[in-house]
């Protein structure tokens, strides 16, 4: 929707919230933010982020920090109106906004010069199509007519006000037909026999729709489940957090292909650098250069490895900006008492958040990636995405591996952690897939820990939980986490985080974590429950201990039990850490 802005969100609310294909209420609206292929071009005033490894991974030459302009000349996100079925509060007709005679921005009766209200209905599928709610094919129990241009078929919606459940919102027809009302038109299997999946993508341009064989689930349209964002983050680390390689992506494009780096340099004014040598610059070209002509591991798990081992080695300060400083903080108390090997200050570190796609109906993971819808359509893909990075501190500890070896081998650890795997395996299995990893006591066990810890900082750190995140490291190789800043405006780097390191308090903090975890306010249906949670993938975890804002976690709240960092009444043996 081209003109006067109609709204406006956050940069970073663009890639979590309100990113493309998620519905926005603006005051009495609804609108869909538009693909990338609507998106204005990318201008010299846009800001553009750049981090090596994630550029390699979805093949671009850049991330866009959304655009941000009052200015028709720079533009801004567009949007278009959806749902686009109305209904007018005066008269109550139920139609397309163009049938009222709508055609701008806040759309109107033309017959009542009343605001009209969109739709509170949408129906969407797993493979990511959304459409509006069938209203006719709902009255009419499956008729194949729209009647969206028949005069003896104008729908008309009231509300009765006598309370506000679905059974008080009739649909009526002035074909004669008997009013039904919306109860039960949100239970999953409602539309069966009623409407199949329209394949519709509006936020796309001109992109015809796609054959679908989903069964489509009709929602209140500001349901969480409408959006679920798929992002994809990556902490910038050495070689490509270094000073000197910021230099060279600034000048890359020139350095790129030149056959001579000396001359270059000089013509660029780059030989005489203050804080650089010509060596130094040149031996960062030929790094990115070979970086480009080798077949990297992009996986995740190779990200996270080389994270991992990031966070494992001092990193100091040097000359010049840097996107990471880690280094080390000795604790005797924490290593004998628990079991904690290394803590390392993250005193600065960079994080890109890149929106790869979306899902609707359940949140992205490896079991439903090839439902992801795209951002764009196939015939306009960008060579960027949309991104943010995120400015902050953190703490990396890691648990000691010998300790936790010998505690994973116990049988009674490995049966409590039987039910997560079983029905992390059946969520795979119903797309006809194969789980991508082993869910392990280690895993569960440093989620919850991690989960802990946040709850315990957001008391003492000056962080409210939402702007703390986690970054599990756990395989086999791999036996830590990190607990880091996770807001780019409001909260900031406050340095609360470090400091409850070298405060001297971190030993005391994680018993404290353990211990308010041992006990929920749920007792004893938390601790004594077989399965719970999103796709029964917790054991011992709810609101009231464990469960963090899904913002803060990488798994969705998902592969939790705090039985397994104290133990259980019945069985104390179940956990990890034991104090006396």
Same mark, same amino acid.
């Given at each position: 929707?081209?003109?006067?802005?109609?709204?406006?969100?956050?940069?970073?609310?663009?890639?979590?919230?309100?990113?493309?294909?998620?519905?926005?209420?603006?005051?009495?609206?609804?609108f869909?933010?538009?693909?990338?292929?609507?998106?204005?071009?990318l201008?010299?005033?846009?800001?553009?982020i750049?981090?090596?490894?994630?550029?390699?991974?979805?093949?671009?030459?850049?991330f866009?920090?959304?655009?941000?302009?009052?200015?028709?000349?720079?533009?801004?996100? !567009?949007?278009?109106?959806?749902? %686009? #079925?109305?209904?007018?509060?005066?008269?109550?007709?139920?139609?397309?906004?163009?049938?009222?005679?709508?055609?701008?921005?806040?759309?109107?009766? =033309?017959?009542?010069?009343? &605001?009209?209200v969109?739709?509170? $209905?949408?129906?969407?599928?797993?493979?990511?199509?959304?459409?509006?709610?069938?209203?006719f094919r @709902?009255?009419h129990?499956?008729?194949?007519?729209?009647?969206?241009?028949?005069?003896?078929? *104008?729908?008309? +919606?009231?509300?009765?006000?006598?309370?506000?459940?679905?059974?008080? #919102?009739?649909?009526?027809?002035?074909?004669?037909?008997?009013?039904?009302t919306?109860?039960?038109?949100?239970?999953?299997?409602?539309?069966?026999?009623?409407?199949?999946c329209?394949?519709?993508?509006?936020?796309?341009?001109?992109?015809?729709?796609?054959?679908?064989?989903?069964?489509p689930?009709?929602?209140?349209?500001?349901?969480?489940?409408v @959006?679920?964002?798929?992002?994809?983050?990556?902490?910038?680390?050495?070689?490509?957090?270094?000073?000197?390689?910021?230099?060279?992506?600034?000048?890359?494009?020139?350095?790129? =292909?030149?056959?001579?780096?000396?001359d270059?340099?000089?013509?660029?004014e780059?030989?005489?650098?203050r804080?650089?040598?010509? %060596?130094?610059?040149i031996?960062?070209?030929?790094?990115?250069?070979?970086?480009?002509?080798?077949?990297t591991?992009?996986?995740?798990?190779?990200? =996270?490895?080389?994270e991992?081992?990031a966070?494992?080695?001092?990193?100091?300060?040097?000359?010049?900006k840097?996107? $990471?400083?880690?280094?080390? @903080?000795?604790?005797d108390?924490?290593?004998?008492?628990?079991?904690?090997?290394k803590?390392?200050?993250?005193?600065?570190?960079r994080e890109?958040r890149?929106?790869?796609? $979306?899902?609707r109906?359940?949140?992205?993971?490896?079991?439903?990636?090839?439902?992801?819808?795209?951002?764009?359509?196939?015939?306009?893909?960008?060579?960027?995405?949309?991104?943010? %990075?995120?400015i902050?501190?953190?703490?990396?500890?890691?648990?000691?591996?010998?300790?936790?070896a010998?505690?994973?081998?116990?049988?009674?650890?490995?049966?409590?952690?039987?039910?997560?795997?079983?029905?992390?395996? *059946?969520?795979?299995?119903?797309?006809? +897939?194969?789980?991508?990893?082993?869910?392990?006591?280690?895993?569960?066990?440093?989620?919850?820990?991690?989960?802990? #810890?946040?709850?315990?900082?957001?008391?003492?750190?000056?962080?409210?939980?939402?702007? +703390?995140? &986690?970054?599990?490291?756990?395989?086999?190789?791999?036996?830590?986490?990190?607990?880091y800043?996770?807001?780019?405006?409001?909260?900031?780097?406050?340095?609360?985080?470090?400091?409850?390191? &070298?405060?001297?308090?971190?030993?005391?903090?994680?018993?404290?974590? #353990?211990?308010?975890?041992?006990?929920c306010?749920?007792?004893?249906?938390?601790?004594?429950?077989?399965?719970?949670?999103?796709?029964?993938?917790?054991?011992?975890?709810c609101?009231?201990?464990?469960?963090? !804002?899904e913002?803060?976690?990488?798994?969705?709240?998902?592969?939790?039990?705090?039985?397994?960092?104290?133990?259980?009444?019945? %069985?104390?043996?179940?956990?990890?850490?034991?104090?006396?």
């Open positions: 929707m081209k003109g006067k802005p109609i709204g406006g969100v956050r940069r970073a609310q663009l890639i979590t919230t309100y990113g493309v294909g998620s519905l926005i209420a603006v005051g009495s609206e609804s869909m933010v538009a693909g990338l292929d609507r998106w204005p071009e201008g010299p005033f846009d800001q553009t750049h981090e090596r490894r994630l550029e390699r991974e979805f093949g671009v030459e850049c866009r920090l959304p655009p941000a302009s009052d200015s028709d000349k720079y533009g801004d996100i !567009p949007v278009i109106r959806f749902p %686009e #079925i109305q209904s007018c509060p005066a008269c109550n007709r139920l139609a397309k906004a163009k049938f009222f005679g709508a055609t701008r921005s806040p759309a109107k009766c =033309k017959e009542c010069d009343r &605001e009209l969109p739709s509170r $209905f949408v129906v969407c599928c797993a493979a990511g199509h959304i459409d509006d709610f069938p209203y @709902w009255l129990k499956g008729g194949d007519s729209t009647g969206d241009g028949s005069q003896r078929h *104008e729908l008309r +919606l009231k509300a009765t006000g006598r309370s506000a459940s679905l059974g008080d #919102i009739e649909i009526s027809c002035s074909c004669g037909v008997r009013p039904v919306m109860e039960g038109a949100l239970r999953k299997g409602a539309l069966k026999g009623i409407s199949a329209t394949g519709r993508r509006p936020w796309l341009s001109d992109v015809p729709t796609e054959r679908c064989e989903q069964l689930r009709a929602m209140q349209r500001g349901a969480s489940g @959006w679920f964002s798929d992002v994809r983050s990556a902490l910038s680390i050495p070689p490509w957090s270094e000073g000197v390689q910021n230099l060279v992506k600034h000048h890359w494009r020139s350095l790129k =292909k030149a056959p001579d780096l000396r270059r340099l000089e013509e660029l780059l030989d005489n650098h804080l650089f040598s010509v %060596e130094e610059i031996q960062a070209v030929e790094r990115r250069r070979q970086d480009d002509a080798g077949l591991d992009t996986s995740d798990a190779a990200l =996270k490895f080389d991992y081992q966070l494992t080695r001092p990193t100091g300060e040097r000359q010049g840097q996107d $990471f400083v880690c280094v080390p @903080w000795s604790d108390a924490i290593a004998a008492e628990l079991a904690i090997d803590v390392m200050r993250v005193k600065r570190l890109v890149v929106l790869r796609g $979306f899902t109906l359940a949140a992205p993971s490896t079991a439903n990636a090839k439902q992801r819808a795209s951002l764009y359509s196939a015939e306009n893909r960008p060579d960027w995405l949309p991104a943010i %990075e995120v902050g501190e953190g703490v990396f500890l890691r648990l000691d591996a010998t300790r936790l010998e505690w994973e081998s116990r049988p009674g650890v490995q049966a409590r952690v039987v039910p997560i795997d079983s029905a992390y395996r *059946e969520r795979f299995a119903r797309f006809g +897939l194969i789980p991508d990893r082993d869910i392990t006591p280690r895993l569960v066990m440093i989620h919850t820990l991690a989960h802990s #810890i946040i709850n315990e900082w957001s008391l003492d750190s000056g962080y409210p939980a939402a702007s +703390l995140r &986690e970054r599990l490291y756990v395989s086999d190789k791999m036996s830590g986490f990190l607990v800043t996770a807001t780019s405006d409001s909260a900031g780097s406050l340095g609360g985080i470090v400091a409850q390191v &070298e405060s001297g308090t971190l030993a005391a903090t994680v018993r404290r974590a #353990i211990d308010r975890a041992s006990w306010s749920a007792d004893p249906l938390c601790i004594e429950s077989d399965t719970s949670g999103i796709d029964n993938l917790n054991r011992a975890a609101h009231s201990c464990v469960l963090l !804002p913002t803060s976690c990488e798994e969705f709240n998902t592969l939790l039990d705090r039985a397994l960092l104290g133990g259980t009444p019945e %069985e104390p043996a179940l956990g990890f850490f034991s104090f006396k």
